[in-house]
């Protein structure tokens, strides 16, 4: 059994090649802290300050031998059970850390023995090993925070290592961009600002050289109360002298486009690089992804389908995409995470779904716009501006995340062209018709992980108070990413509320989309959005739910739906696959065609609702209304309009 154990970035278990779902988060955890220890015993009440941040359960032990006998059915013989206390037993090239500190101290001795070249090779290589925080999405607050720390402090220092074996060899032009990165993110580290000083310097910018020491006193300063230290004291001395030590050369021509950063750190926005194939441009680095979800739960093996999509060589996009509610976002964004590191020109992250225009030619000006492009300068044809687009990110590590896409002509110009950037899609509907784009799709969340991710929100003791009510619940939910957290939110917000009680509205129908719209999540807009871009493009969607909103539990036998709206059946099956490709109904064979849980409350509001023409929220009502269904425009045979229902009271 070929195994490899990764702790820098996620927790990640592989056997024979193969990534393994190693289970719930605290098994996670688990593995986790045995390979920190890897062939030393850790005993079971150290293992349980390593899992838990609050004081263990009185069932940690149990719990404890739980997760490792699931653990042993994977791990086999390398874990060994002692008397209260367990085992991993790996070999040094089987954990990513070993094989950092390795390569890092075979790149320290070349560089001690006057061979930076090899140096280079051996710390480029150690960095290659992280690909993102230390233990990210392990619990904090435990006694493994001081372990993670110090694993993140060692890839700075072998980052500052990697940093003066590359101005040794003479690559002094391509670090500025790479270290002002570094320290917007580490802005404390003086080794780095006098590294970037001697770059600037190298490069024969002195007065750029001399601005950097002032920007470091100035952050020294208002972060610490300190002055810089001796060393950056004499460098800032050295630089006003024009010193001959310092190595002054003139500076070189421009890095090619195409040319890899060897940066692993997360730049900061507005981070600049040498002038690409656009004539002389400069290069904004964004960094405008989102929060990493922290309530992030499960999806291990979509999360792993998208990463090793992106990392595959070549151009690399994903099309993620599943039912309202499924965490497609999240995933998105959480799997942007995990290789944001490997992406140092930057990340660009568009939310469509909250932009009036959603074209492909305003989608491309908004991408121009976060890479540098002066609003000015960003051309009227749309043709244009994917030619401007393709030619600025040519050979760039850029990762681009587009959220809320409904048609593939919105992102069909974003697609990689070569090898370099990549490209993440979270569709609201199954996107066809593009080539080589890897398709992930998610199914509902599993019970296991729904409940993981409803003790994430509310806490596992409020939940095991009451564990039949909390099985309802998880049921209840139909393993919808979106209701489990506004169910989560509801009960967080109301610590006096039982889990039985909230199961109980929830089991009432009629308060059911009421009570699934809190603060800013709702179920009604979610599901509304999607039939919105539905119907723009087709006007039979709204009559169709509207229709099976009448008998939302019954199966759909399209031949008498049919004459019902008076369609051809093939007209029918069109507007049929329109609805299943955006997970608003499904098909159930032999029976028919049905709606989902949720999706059916929403079509038997409309089958019930007075249908009236009214503006997009009725202020006399002072009630929401629903955009699901249109009638027919009277200005013209064949167009339609938007016919706006007011919701029951």
Request: charged letters at 25%; proline letters at 7%; glycine letters at 10%.
């Amino acid at each position: 059994m070929q195994l490899q154990i990764r702790l820098l970035g996620c927790v990640e278990l592989r056997v024979d090649g193969k990534v393994i779902a190693s289970g719930t988060a605290k098994r996670r955890a688990v593995l986790a802290a045995l390979a920190v220890e890897a062939n030393r015993a850790v005993s079971l009440p150290r293992l349980a300050e390593m899992i838990w941040a609050a004081s263990p359960p009185a069932s940690a032990v149990a719990n404890l031998r739980s997760y490792a006998g699931g653990l042993r059915r994977t791990l086999g013989g390398r874990l060994i059970a002692h008397r209260n206390a367990y085992e991993l037993r790996l070999a040094p090239h089987e954990l990513d850390v070993a094989e950092f500190h390795r390569l890092a101290d075979e790149g320290r001795a070349l560089l001690a023995a006057a061979d930076p070249a090899g140096a280079v090779t051996s710390l480029t290589a150690a960095l290659a090993q992280w690909r993102g925080p230390s233990g990210e999405g392990m619990p904090r607050g435990t006694a493994l925070d001081n372990r993670w720390a110090s694993l993140d402090e060692q890839r700075l220092q072998v980052f500052e290592e990697l940093v003066e074996a590359r101005l040794t060899v003479g690559e002094h032009g391509r670090l500025p961009p790479e270290l002002r990165g570094h320290l917007a993110d580490h802005p404390l580290r003086e080794r780095a600002w006098g590294q970037l000083m001697l770059a600037l310097y190298r490069c024969g910018d002195a007065s750029a050289a001399l601005a950097v020491y002032q920007d470091a006193r100035a952050v020294l300063g208002d972060q610490l109360g300190i002055e810089p230290g001796e060393e950056l004291v004499a460098l800032h001395r050295a630089v006003l002298d024009r010193a001959s030590g310092l190595g002054f050369i003139p500076i070189p021509a421009p890095v090619a486009a195409g040319s890899a950063s060897l940066s692993p750190a997360r730049a900061g926005a507005g981070v600049v690089s040498p002038a690409g194939p656009t004539g002389g441009a400069i290069w904004a680095a964004p960094r405008e992804l989102p929060a990493d979800p922290v309530t992030f739960v499960g999806r291990e093996r979509e999360i792993t389908e998208v990463v090793t999509a992106l990392r595959a060589g070549g151009p690399a996009a994903v099309i993620a995409n599943g039912g309202f509610g499924s965490g497609k976002t999240a995933l998105a964004i959480r799997a942007a995470h995990v290789v944001a590191a490997e992406f140092p020109d930057g990340q660009v992250f568009v939310d469509l779904g909250k932009r009036t225009s959603a074209t492909p030619g305003g989608l491309l000006a908004r991408v121009l716009r976060s890479l540098g492009v002066a609003p000015a300068e960003v051309p009227e044809d749309t043709d244009e501006r994917a030619g401007r687009f393709r030619s600025l990110i040519a050979g760039r590590r850029l990762l681009l995340v587009v959220d809320g896409v409904t048609r593939t002509a919105q992102v069909r110009p974003l697609l990689p062209a070569g090898p370099g950037p990549a490209l993440i899609v979270v569709g609201q509907r199954r996107l066809g018709g593009l080539d080589d784009v890897r398709q992930v799709t998610l199914p509902p969340l599993a019970a296991v992980d729904a409940r993981d991710l409803l003790e994430a929100l509310v806490g596992r003791a409020r939940l095991a108070g009451d564990p039949a009510a909390t099985g309802e619940l998880v049921r209840l939910c139909a393993g919808s990413v979106l209701v489990l957290r506004i169910v989560g939110a509801r009960l967080a917000a109301r610590p006096a509320m039982s889990v039985e009680t909230l199961v109980g509205q929830l089991a009432d129908g009629r308060e059911r989309l009421d009570l699934l719209d809190y603060e800013d999540l709702s179920v009604r807009r979610s599901i509304d959005t999607m039939a919105a871009a539905l119907r723009a493009e087709d006007e039979m969607v709204g009559p169709l739910l509207a229709l099976l909103g009448g008998a939302p539990d019954a199966p759909l036998q399209p031949e008498r739906v049919a004459r019902q709206l008076g369609i051809s059946s093939a007209r029918l099956r069109r507007t049929l696959d329109d609805l299943t490709d955006a997970h608003l109904v499904y098909l159930e064979e032999p029976e028919g065609y049905r709606l989902p849980a949720f999706v059916r409350e929403c079509a038997a509001e409309l089958a019930t609702a007075p249908t009236v023409a009214t503006c997009p929220h009725d202020r006399s009502a002072g009630r929401p209304v629903s955009r699901l269904t249109d009638h027919r425009d009277p200005s013209g045979p064949g167009r339609s309009a938007p016919m706006e229902i007011v919701r029951r009271a």
